[in-house]
T-cell receptor, first 110, second 115 residues
Framework: ELKVEQNPLFLSMQEGKNYTIYCNYS?????LYWYRQDPGKSLESLFV?????AVKQEGRLMASLDTKARLSTLHITAAVHDLSATYFC??????????FGSGTKLNVKP | DAGVIQSPRHEVTEMGQEVTLRCKPI?????LFWYRQTMMRGLELLIY????????DSGMPEDRFSAKMPNASFSTLKIQPSEPRDSAVYFC?????????????FGPGTRLTVT
């Protein structure tokens, strides 16, 4: 059975600090996605990583993909309170079969 | 475009009743997905359609669940009879075909409570 493991599951950090969320998966996949979910809201697409070595950045968030290691990272630089949310990674196996991680709940404290 | 539209946004029903959730995908999108989100099991893909045809329903938990897509702008997810363990948030998402864009766009979700 495919496993998508995120860690940490909970992350409390101070504003201005840096941190990384990790997403490991157990099968071959060339496409990985990161989403943000605010409490009681839907999922918002952050990044689509389509190939090995892909790196994408948007504001204080940067995502990377290493398909050989089956690992993706979401790096947060100089966190601000507005980044508080739950972040999910999702692996696409084949086409249209999506498997989501458990999510990382991020709380950025002022 | 208004994005993916789901209705109702909240549904409270009693065990044994039939529940129908509705979804309107983004116009021009070829793929439609139904997901369920619970604390225990996280986000699970239930079924997806391509050009209105169900392609993979291996995630549908039981025969009590059924989904249809009678046309390109409408899909339903039905639970009959409903049980308390079906309580969850159900999301619909859509996606363009080809390599134009790999992104999925999620609707606001329907929060279902079965008492």
């Amino acid at each position: 059975e495919l496993k998508v493991e995120q860690n940490p599951l909970f992350l409390s950090m101070q504003e201005g600090k840096n941190y990384t969320i990790y997403c490991n998966y157990s099968t071959t996949s060339d496409r990985l996605y990161w989403y943000r979910q605010d409490p009681g809201k839907s999922l918002e697409s952050l990044f689509v990583l389509l190939s090995n070595g892909a790196v994408k950045q948007e504001g204080r968030l940067m995502a990377s993909l290493d398909t050989k290691a089956r690992l993706s990272t979401l790096h947060i630089t100089a966190a601000v309170h507005d980044l508080s949310a739950t972040y999910f990674c999702a692996v696409e196996v084949g086409f249209n079969k999506f498997y989501f991680g458990s999510g990382t709940k991020l709380n950025v404290k002022p | 475009d208004a994005g993916v539209i789901q209705s109702p946004r909240h549904e409270v029903t009693e065990m044994g009743q039939e529940v129908t959730l509705r979804c309107k995908p983004i116009s021009g999108h070829d793929y439609l997905f139904w997901y369920r989100q619970t604390m225990m099991r996280g986000l699970e893909l239930l079924i997806y359609f391509n050009n209105n045809v169900p392609i993979d329903d291996s995630g549908m938990p039981e025969d009590r669940f059924s989904a249809k897509m009678p046309n390109a702008s409408f899909s339903t997810l039905k639970i009959q009879p409903s049980e308390p363990r079906d309580s969850a948030v159900y999301f619909c998402a859509s996606r363009q075909g080809g390599a134009v864009s790999y992104e999925q766009y999620f609707g606001p979700g329907t929060r279902l409570t079965v008492t």
